[in-house]
């Protein structure tokens, strides 16, 4: 018999430690359990436009220059290539942002996009408000689905009766391997399935292991 295929859609800033963390359980998920993982870019500098006044001084340049470089790589790269090229480029830039700890350099970058297999022209659109329309409602998607006070990562999951339902998160470290990603997966559908559920937190104590 057939496994019945769950669709988890993940939206993510490559920019974000933290949804890194998730995307690489979301990555054990799909090998343990019968999930298809959609991916869509979300962009933290598009999330706190209106509140820079609110972030630390060395945190807002980055929102108003770099922030934007890899989020407009990737939407461009989905934009001529299609959706199904932004697991394995954000696979590529994350890597390399984290994991090597080199942030979003334009050198980060173009190696991200040779190695997913996708055109070096597409660096010019990191300084290119192209796509930016498709950025914002891209962004906008994931984000009305969970609120204007969180941030990235957002994941939609079937819940009651097939219904969907949004999180931010989960946010976790390291990112659990084999089983322990599937129980974690089963325990999001569990909570997801309970109406009325919103959320479970506690402050964080460790930082993001890259592993």
């Known amino acids: 018999m057939s496994e019945t295929r769950t669709t988890a859609d993940f939206w993510f800033d490559p920019l974000c430690p933290w949804a890194w963390m998730t995307s690489r ?24 436009e209106d509140k820079l006044d609110e972030v630390p001084e060395e945190y807002r340049e980055s929102l108003r220059t770099t922030a934007w470089h890899p989020v407009r790589v990737a939407v461009a790269a989905e934009q001529v290539h299609g959706p199904e090229v932004l697991g394995r480029l954000y696979t590529a830039m994350g890597t ?14 173009a190696e991200a996009l040779a190695e997913a ?16 329309a498709e950025l914002r409602a891209s962004h906008k998607e994931g984000i009305n689905k969970v609120g204007q006070d969180v941030g ?5 999951v079937p819940g009651p009766e097939g219904a969907e339902v949004a999180f931010f998160g989960p946010v976790v470290t390291p990112a659990p391997k084999g089983e322990a990603a599937g ?7 569990l909570v997801a399935s309970t109406p009325g559920f919103y959320e479970l937190k506690r402050t964080r104590t460790e930082g993001p292991v890259f592993d």
Do not use: C, K
């Open 183 to 189: 129980r974690l997966w089963d325990g999001t559908l």
């Open 96 to 109: 390399r942002f984290h994991n090597e700890g080199r942030g979003p350099v334009r050198e980060a970058i």
């Open 152 to 156: 990235t990562p957002v994941i939609a």
């Open 117 to 132: 297999g996708l055109p070096a022209e597409l660096l010019e659109y990191a300084e290119r408000d192209t796509y930016d």
């Open 25 to 48: 359980w979301m990555l054990e998920v799909q090998r343990v359990r019968p999930v298809d993982v959609r991916w869509h870019v979300m962009s933290l500098a598009v999330l706190n």
